[in-house]
């Protein structure tokens, strides 16, 4: 925890400070992880955005074709998708993907000495290794978010128009009556915040394994478990700041 | 030469690893342009002595003056500041993993230099040719052979022209031929470019060959340090032993942990047996 703490000390100071003095950010390092993150991700997300659609718009045909309100199904698929689903699900996938990946990754250059070698070479690994993935991170959950989310609304739109009776103009006017701005941006701070535990955790498992390639093995175990952790507590309590009034 | 001030400055290192002693109340100077080669038994400490000196590791007690500046109590970014004046090959090479040779050779003119991509890839190709590598820039690491990766790791160590240069075993893993190529270029760079070399070998000839002085360690302490000269021709049985490369000796095989520490000294073989098995000659 002492060392989770001083990581994001020390990151917040390489992003917000140090710019300030002239060691700016190399932008082709933050690109390369931006690929590897998040563009590389794209089609794993789109599978799970779509299924998340398809489901809860049968899960809502099935409770609303009882009260004979089939037309509220969009409804349930936009608030749903964009403040909870959406965000969670997707931030599950990028830490099964991306967060063991940067666990394993730097776990295995730290036994292998390349972050002491870094260090007695006068880099600093937190500006060479970390901040250009926590940079990426940050913009590349948000975008998937926002990208699952349209996904997820196309599947939700596929149930409707293929198994009920919601023509496609009556699920986009219900979809946007239903839905406002609010919904789409509490969904992107949650993601936003989610990347933010997500790499801050898998950056820190990695940069502190002991031993050999048994430790990488455990802290990239630790990165996922914790970050999920994290990532739902932190849903919760989000959920309550936004949504839940007493 | 003795006037000035000691590059580096060791005095009364200790360091535990739990209740091990791995370097036991250690002094020693080096001085600016002197080729000092550390050698000693595998385990006996050179590393973490170099790890020391480069203040990657605190000791438990005692003081590192490098440059006349006390390391040991230096914040991070006065590290830095020490750490671009030196290169350091590490004993395993430390070379990135996800960056191809030409990118790890490239990487402290990239960090630390406003150089053109042009000027540092010529830089690189020229380093690299220093150390017998023409063509291998595209390479990763992984796709080398681990003689090679020690040569690159030693092309980056050089690459920004460090003033002292700490070496974990320049020449293990290198054919005969190499290691008198990487030999060769220590000493122009000592002899004729003044820079301080900190060399760990187990190589005999190729510690001959460099050295102005040698420090042999053993249970964490100096057995012996002189000139090649002196070791050479030096009394203590041990060291002859080491020098020589002989199985059979005052240093027992199998030694348990306790025992290294414990191991009493022996008592020591006439100099004219030792002698006798001298078998190295300066070229
Ligand atoms: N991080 C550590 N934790 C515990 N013990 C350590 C650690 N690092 C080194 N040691 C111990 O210190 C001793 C010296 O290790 P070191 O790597 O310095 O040896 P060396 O002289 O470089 O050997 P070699 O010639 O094989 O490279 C060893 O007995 C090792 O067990
Ligand atoms: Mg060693």
């Keep these: 925890m002492k060392n989770f703490l001083r990581l994001n000390v020390s990151l917040l100071y390489w992003v917000l400070v140090a710019p300030f003095k002239g060691q700016l950010f190399q932008i082709s390092p933050i690109f390369r992880q931006m690929v590897f993150i998040g563009v590389r991700a794209t089609p794993m997300v789109a599978l799970t955005a779509f299924s998340i659609g398809v489901t809860l718009a049968m899960q809502a045909a099935h409770s609303l074709q009882e009260l004979g309100a089939e037309i509220y199904v969009p409804d349930l698929v936009m608030v749903t998708l964009l403040r909870e689903m959406g965000p969670v699900l997707i931030a599950v996938i990028v830490i099964g993907r991306s967060g063991s990946a940067v666990a394993a990754e730097l776990g295995t250059m730290k036994v292998s000495e390349e972050i002491e070698a870094l260090e007695v070479m006068a880099i600093n690994p937190i500006r060479y290794l970390i901040v250009p993935r926590f940079i990426a991170m940050l913009i590349m959950l948000p975008a998937l978010t926002v990208l699952g989310n349209y996904i997820g609304v196309f599947g939700g739109w596929a149930v409707c128009h293929f198994a009920l009776d919601v023509t496609t103009a009556g699920y986009i006017i219900r979809a946007l009556e239903s839905a406002d701005t609010w919904d789409l941006y509490s969904g992107i701070i949650k993601s936003a915040v989610f990347a933010w535990l997500i790499i801050t955790i898998a950056c820190n498992a990695g940069l502190h394994v002991e031993g050999g390639a048994e430790g990488v093995g455990q802290a990239t175990t630790a990165a996922v478990v914790q970050s999920l952790l994290a990532m739902l507590v932190t849903n919760a309590i989000l959920t309550a700041l936004f949504f839940f009034k007493a | ?283």
């Design chain 2, 1 to 283: 030469m003795p006037d000035s001030p000691p590059v580096v400055e060791v005095a009364n290192l200790v360091r535990k690893f739990g209740e091990r002693t791995v370097i036991d109340n250690l002094s020693f100077t080096i001085q600016r342009g002197e080729t000092l080669v550390i050698m000693g038994g595998s385990g006996c400490g050179k590393s973490t002595l170099l790890r020391h000196i480069i203040g990657v590791i605190k000791p438990t007690a005692g003081s590192v003056k490098i440059f006349g500046d006390e390391i040991t109590t230096m914040n991070d970014r006065q590290i830095a500041e020490v750490r671009r004046r030196f290169g350091m090959l590490f004993q395993s090479g430390a070379l990135l993993a996800s960056l191809t040779v030409g990118e790890n050779v490239a990487l402290p003119l990239s960090q630390h230099t406003d150089l053109s991509s042009d000027e540092i890839e010529q830089i690189v190709t020229q380093k690299l040719q220093m150390v017998g590598l023409t063509g291998f820039n595209h390479l990763k690491p992984s796709e080398i052979s681990g003689g090679m990766r020690k040569r690159v790791g030693l092309a980056r160590a050089l690459v920004l022209d460090p003033e002292l240069l700490f070496s974990d075993e320049p020449t293990s893993g290198l054919d005969p031929i190499m290691t008198a190529v990487v030999d060769k270029l220590t000493l122009e760079l000592t002899r004729a470019e003044g820079m301080t070399a900190v060399v760990v070998t187990h190589d005999m000839t190729s510690a001959f060959r460099i050295a102005t002085r040698m420090i042999m360690l053993g249970r964490g302490r100096i057995l012996a340090q002189g000139t090649p000269d002196e070791i050479r021709t030096h009394p203590d049985p041990e060291v002859q032993q080491f020098i020589n490369g002989e199985a059979d000796g005052p240093m027992p095989l199998n030694l348990s942990q306790d025992d290294h520490e414990h191991h009493p000294h022996v008592k020591a073989r006439p100099l004219v047996s030792a002698q006798h098995r001298f078998r190295h000659k300066m070229p």
